[in-house]
């Protein structure tokens, strides 16, 4: 084995959690006080909060506010342990994990590497296209939403201009419809006082959706009214189509219908990310981790996966458990217990997953909520839902100073009516140069 991993030698069992996201973060929370040594890598040093990333793409929050460093959250926890690596492959038989930092052994290993945009083979759309899936790609979605509106005021051409301030969006899920709630808020409020000479009833927001309704994970109210919302907001929704192409300017659609736009944001779709040297019959469709009711995977005694990598084949879900927050936190919550149960000798707990429900923000007084609390469902649009949005989402955040600066956001938003954040800080996504002489598309 090469250079090692400096980690102190502990006498209890070594837990290595390779991922820091919800369902990482929940179990290493649940290990605190247990006689194990956790070690956390991940390959950046702070959790994201992503229910927010489209707040920060456009211009609603600062990156800061809803990212925290791991060793803030852990810094009383006297088991726990920080690396920033890349893992590259485990050895199940030595029980070591390799990593870009060095090689580390382990007594029990956790999967909560989450997921990554699925581009579906699609390699001309994952080079052009702009996803949404961690800070960067929110940060990367602002910088070129600014530039591409500073570029708009140099350009007579129509069609030119109009691929600068047209947005498609692929994928009607919950990303897909918040990001065009965002967006036309903007263009309704901040853009035209921003951007004086330019004339935003040209300004067009599409959603591209596969299936036959937005929101296919929640109430078929939920849907209806979210799709009301949006055309009431002016989007424009296009349902039963897909993308076949997109070269940076031209989106080819499956009906051979075609609009422009220099901003094509992909949120249609997620696959898990599983670490190279597990036996290849244990990865499913999607490149989920099959796992047994306790989290286990399958064929492995003391490796687990948790959160959107891992499927947990049940009748009642034969997809596996949704790739969300809330059933990533309370896998993590009750693997760091059956953990225990291990170590002391005690029958391990099945997993079941409580269904606290879905919601969705539709740009302001406009949101859609599933809610589930104690056994009965309620089902709720409207300003009311939107006040619970943002009351689940605001006491999610880690770190009571993020709690407070995402508040004090929105209050200002609310009262100004503006998104206060609208800095150009690194490089925009560059496609096609706006002075080239591109094919006419329909609009």
């Known amino acids: 084995m090469g250079n090692k991993a400096r980690i102190p030698d502990s006498e209890n069992p070594r837990v290595v959690i390779v991922g820091g996201g919800f369902a990482g973060i929940e179990l290493a929370k649940s290990l605190n006080g247990v006689n194990v040594q956790v070690v956390l890598i991940d390959k950046t040093n702070h959790h994201t909060f992503q229910p927010l990333l489209y707040q920060v793409s456009t211009a609603g929050l600062e990156a800061e506010s809803i990212v925290y460093p791991f060793r803030k959250i852990f810094d009383e926890q006297p088991n726990f342990f920080f690396r920033l690596a890349q893992v590259i492959s485990v050895d199940t038989q030595t029980q070591v994990v390799e990593t870009s930092i060095g090689f580390l052994r382990y007594d029990y290993l956790v999967i909560a590497t989450g997921a990554t945009t699925n581009f579906y083979g699609n390699k001309e759309i994952e080079k052009n296209s702009i996803p949404i899936k961690n800070i960067v790609d929110a940060l990367s979605l602002r910088n070129t939403i600014l530039s591409n509106f500073e570029k708009a005021l140099q350009i007579e051409d129509d069609e030119q201009l109009n691929s600068l301030i047209d947005f498609v969006i692929v994928g009607g899920g919950p990303t897909g419809v918040e990001l065009a709630g965002a967006l036309s808020e903007l263009r309704k409020h901040v853009f035209p006082n921003d951007y004086k000479e330019l004339d935003f009833l040209k300004m067009d927001i599409h959603i591209i959706q596969s299936g036959p309704r937005i929101l296919n994970g929640m109430s078929e109210e939920a849907s209806l009214k979210a799709l009301q919302f949006l055309e009431n907001l002016n989007v424009k929704v296009w349902l039963n189509k897909r993308v076949e192409s997109y070269d940076g300017y031209t989106v080819v659609l499956d009906s051979g219908e075609k609009l422009i736009t220099r901003t094509l944001i992909w949120a249609a779709g997620v696959s898990g990310a599983p670490i190279e040297g597990l036996d290849k019959k244990c990865i499913l469709k999607g490149s989920r981790i099959q796992v047994d009711e306790y989290s286990k995977v399958v064929g492995y005694n003391n490796i687990f996966a948790i959160g959107d990598i891992a499927a947990m084949v049940t009748p009642d879900n034969p997809q596996g458990h949704p790739m969300m ?74 770190g009571f100073r993020n709690r407070l600066f995402v508040f004090l956001n929105w209050i200002w938003s609310y009262i100004s009516y503006d998104k206060g954040i609208r800095l150009i800080i690194g490089n925009p996504k560059s496609n096609k140069p706006v002075e080239e002489e591109v094919p006419k598309a329909l609009n």
């Open 325 to 398: 927050a809330q059933p990533a936190i309370q896998q993590g919550r009750l693997l760091g217990e059956n953990l225990t149960c291990i170590l002391t000798g005690k029958p391990l707990k099945p997993f079941h997953y409580k269904d606290q429900g879905s919601m969705a923000t539709i740009g302001r007084h406009r949101a859609v909520a599933d809610l589930k609390i104690s056994k009965r469902e309620y089902k709720m649009q409207g300003w009311f839902a939107w006040f619970i949005w943002m009351f689940v989402h605001l006491i999610s955040i880690i």
